[in-house]
């Protein structure tokens, strides 16, 4: 009875699916423009298994998708991991000045290998919802944890529900052009049709051979993947299609929701390194089959987390959502820990590891606070200007060079290890805490675990500080209160402590 209320059969025609998602779903995202930079940018491509240098089809501009979540239950550490590091990659490209158009899709449609229960379908009917009200559920903690995370959102999230026409007509497409045939109800991919097959998923050919082998039942090969199911009776998610009630395969959202928003080729497509086969190699498989031109130049893949060594499973009841990792360790500490490494490297959760994350966040955060404190320490260092050039540098090179972070980390706690020492010696003025400041929260764009909330320190307002101090230890309180008071106006506040005065943003 419960799913018969449920069944539904959606219609794709009209405005469910629209050109573009509603501007609310796009986020156009301020990180301050800077110059574009010219150097090299290099990334580990895995279509090639090389590190390439990145040329984007458009000087300046970046065409950018990742693959997002299916929405049946809350993001798992795992997933955050495969967000994060692209949450990196859209910062720093962003950043070094590039234009950056990331889209990332939201697989809210059932997605089935063979027909049985699809895990949205299951989940609604475990809480007792409509599906789409669960679908709606599971997309808003979704974001919300993006949020938690500070996970940027990509420009574009659209929802494969809303794109069912889209896809029915690169279906079309694709029977058009020889590469898929329908089959009682089911359309399938002719794998052997598609001389690239497994060409970036390297699969040993001995397998492929396998895969082309002729089967005489509803599909032509072993390894042809399905475009549209048609729906099991009762079936709550299904949709008109020109061969029956049903609903798409999955890959087949990502090659028509990425080549509609974008056009091709992407520059880079991302996901974690388990979605390479099938799900990339047929997305290649479906886009290039469609459209005659080439996909993807530059595939990006994540590793994966692991749990105390082991592989993060529900059968090993080691699933660790993101809520429950923030709550236990704190936002900052999971952000550091997750991007701390570099993206190809896995990494593995523990009491030691989380707790590392923990102090080097505290030993940062302690920095800023450290060179906030405004207390002109000595003579202009020369040294320390030097220092900072040197740092930017390093930064730079080594994101340059396929997103490096532990390199491009060493080289900030280089800066912070030498500002310390220069404050403990009192070789440090506060030109150099400025430069110093706004430097670390430079960075903090990309690593955003410092609270750049606190805004930017100027020299102007540094000056209004030292000058109130400087009015307050003559005892003219009266002069200083009212300087208090101009720097509130300007959205900051000034405490007096043991060490000097300290602002913060209000
Ligand atoms: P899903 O919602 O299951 O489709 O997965 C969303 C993303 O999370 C995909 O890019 C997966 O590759 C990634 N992912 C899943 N498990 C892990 C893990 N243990 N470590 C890193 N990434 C993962
Ligand atoms: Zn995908």
């Given at each position: 009875?419960?799913?018969?209320?449920?069944?539904?059969?959606?219609?794709?025609?009209?405005?469910?699916?629209?050109m573009?998602?509603?501007?609310e779903r796009?986020?156009?995202?301020?990180l301050?423009a800077?110059?574009f930079s010219?150097?090299?940018?290099?990334v580990?491509?895995?279509?090639?298994?090389?590190?390439?240098?990145?040329?984007?089809?458009?000087?300046?501009?970046?065409?950018?998708y990742?693959?997002?979540?299916?929405?049946?239950?809350?993001?798992?550490?795992?997933?955050?991991?495969?967000?994060?590091?692209?949450?990196?990659?859209?910062?720093?490209?962003k950043?070094?000045?590039f234009?950056?158009?990331y889209?990332?899709?939201v697989?809210?449609?059932?997605?089935?290998?063979d027909?049985?229960?699809?895990?949205i379908?299951?989940?609604?009917?475990?809480?007792?919802?409509?599906?789409?009200?669960?679908a709606n559920?599971?997309?808003?903690?979704?974001f919300?944890?993006?949020?938690?995370?500070?996970?940027?959102?990509?420009d574009?999230t659209?929802?494969?529900?809303?794109?069912?026409?889209?896809?029915?007509?690169?279906?079309?497409k694709?029977?058009?052009n020889?590469?898929?045939?329908?089959?009682?109800?089911?359309?399938?991919?002719?794998?052997?049709?598609?001389?690239?097959?497994?060409?970036?998923?390297?699969?040993?050919?001995?397998?492929?051979?396998?895969?082309?082998?002729?089967?005489?039942?509803?599909?032509r090969h072993?390894?042809?993947?399905?475009?549209?199911?048609?729906?099991?009776?009762?079936?709550?998610?299904?949709?008109?299609?020109?061969?029956s009630?049903?609903?798409?395969?999955?890959?087949?959202?990502c090659?028509?929701?990425?080549?509609k928003?974008?056009?091709?080729?992407?520059?880079?497509?991302?996901?974690?390194?388990?979605?390479?086969?099938?799900?990339h190699?047929?997305?290649?498989?479906?886009?290039?089959?469609?459209?005659g031109?080439?996909?993807?130049?530059?595939?990006?893949?994540?590793?994966?987390?692991?749990?105390?060594g082991?592989?993060?499973?529900?059968?090993?009841?080691?699933?660790?959502?993101?809520r429950?990792?923030i709550?236990?360790y704190?936002?900052?500490?999971?952000r550091y820990?997750?991007?701390?490494?570099?993206?190809r490297?896995e990494?593995?959760?523990?009491?030691?590891?989380i707790?590392?994350?923990?102090?080097?966040v505290?030993?940062?955060?302690?920095?800023?606070?450290?060179?906030?404190?405004?207390?002109?320490?000595?003579?202009?260092?020369?040294?320390?200007?030097?220092?900072?050039?040197e740092?930017?540098?390093?930064?730079?090179?080594?994101m340059?060079?396929?997103?490096?972070?532990?390199?491009?980390?060493?080289?900030?706690?280089?800066?912070?290890n030498e500002?310390?020492?220069a404050?403990?010696?009192?070789?440090?003025s506060?030109?150099?805490?400025?430069?110093?400041?706004e430097t670390?929260?430079?960075f903090?764009?990309?690593?955003?675990i410092?609270?750049?909330e606190?805004?930017?320190?100027?020299?102007?307002?540094?000056d209004?500080?030292?000058k109130?101090?400087?009015?307050?230890?003559?005892?003219?309180?009266?002069?200083?209160?009212?300087?208090?008071?101009?720097?509130?106006?300007?959205?900051?506040?000034?405490e007096?402590?043991?060490?000097?005065?300290?602002?913060?943003?209000?």
């Amino acid at each position: 009875m419960f799913l018969s209320n449920l069944t539904k059969i959606y219609s794709c025609s009209g405005g469910r699916t629209a050109m573009r998602p509603p501007a609310e779903r796009r986020n156009r995202v301020r990180l301050s423009a800077r110059a574009f930079s010219d150097k090299m940018l290099k990334v580990y491509n895995t279509l090639t298994r090389k590190k390439e240098e990145f040329v984007p089809r458009e000087k300046g501009n970046v065409y950018m998708y990742v693959c997002g979540p299916t929405v049946y239950g809350l993001m798992h550490i795992g997933n955050a991991r495969t967000f994060m590091t692209f949450d990196i990659i859209y910062r720093y490209l962003k950043w070094r000045g590039f234009k950056v158009n990331y889209v990332q899709n939201v697989t809210d449609v059932g997605h089935l290998t063979d027909i049985g229960e699809d895990k949205i379908i299951k989940g609604a009917k475990k809480l007792g919802m409509e599906v789409t009200d669960f679908a709606n559920l599971m997309i808003k903690n979704y974001f919300e944890d993006l949020k938690s995370l500070d996970i940027l959102k990509p420009d574009l999230t659209p929802r494969a529900s809303e794109h069912i026409q889209d896809m029915i007509d690169v279906i079309k497409k694709l029977i058009k052009n020889g590469y898929a045939y329908e089959s009682e109800g089911y359309v399938y991919f002719d794998i052997s049709k598609f001389k690239n097959y497994g060409k970036i998923s390297k699969q040993d050919p001995e397998y492929l051979e396998k895969q082309r082998k002729e089967t005489h039942g509803r599909k032509r090969h072993e390894g042809d993947f399905v475009l549209w199911f048609p729906a099991p009776e009762n079936y709550p998610l299904k949709w008109k299609s020109p061969w029956s009630v049903g609903f798409p395969g999955w890959h087949i959202e990502c090659s028509t929701m990425s080549s509609k928003y974008l056009g091709l080729p992407l520059d880079i497509h991302g996901g974690g390194k388990d979605l390479i086969f099938p799900h990339h190699e047929d997305e290649v498989a479906q886009a290039e089959g469609a459209t005659g031109k080439k996909f993807c130049n530059y595939w990006l893949h994540g590793e994966f987390i692991l749990i105390r060594g082991e592989k993060m499973a529900k059968s090993l009841g080691n699933v660790i959502s993101a809520r429950d990792a923030i709550k236990k360790y704190g936002r900052k500490a999971v952000r550091y820990f997750l991007i701390s490494s570099h993206y190809r490297t896995e990494i593995n959760l523990t009491d030691e590891s989380i707790k590392s994350a923990q102090n080097t966040v505290k030993k940062l955060i302690d920095f800023v606070d450290r060179i906030q404190e405004i207390k002109p320490k000595g003579k202009y260092n020369e040294k320390l200007k030097k220092k900072i050039t040197e740092t930017k540098e390093k930064f730079e090179k080594n994101m340059d060079d396929d997103f490096n972070m532990p390199l491009a980390l060493a080289a900030i706690f280089d800066l912070v290890n030498e500002t310390n020492k220069a404050i403990n010696e009192k070789k440090i003025s506060k030109e150099n805490l400025v430069e110093i400041y706004e430097t670390v929260m430079d960075f903090d764009k990309v690593l955003s675990i410092l609270e750049h909330e606190k805004g930017k320190l100027t020299k102007e307002m540094m000056d209004l500080i030292i000058k109130r101090e400087g009015y307050r230890k003559r005892g003219d309180f009266e002069t200083a209160d009212k300087i208090r008071e101009e720097l509130r106006k300007r959205g900051y506040i000034v405490e007096d402590g043991p060490e000097g005065p300290r602002w913060r943003k209000i």
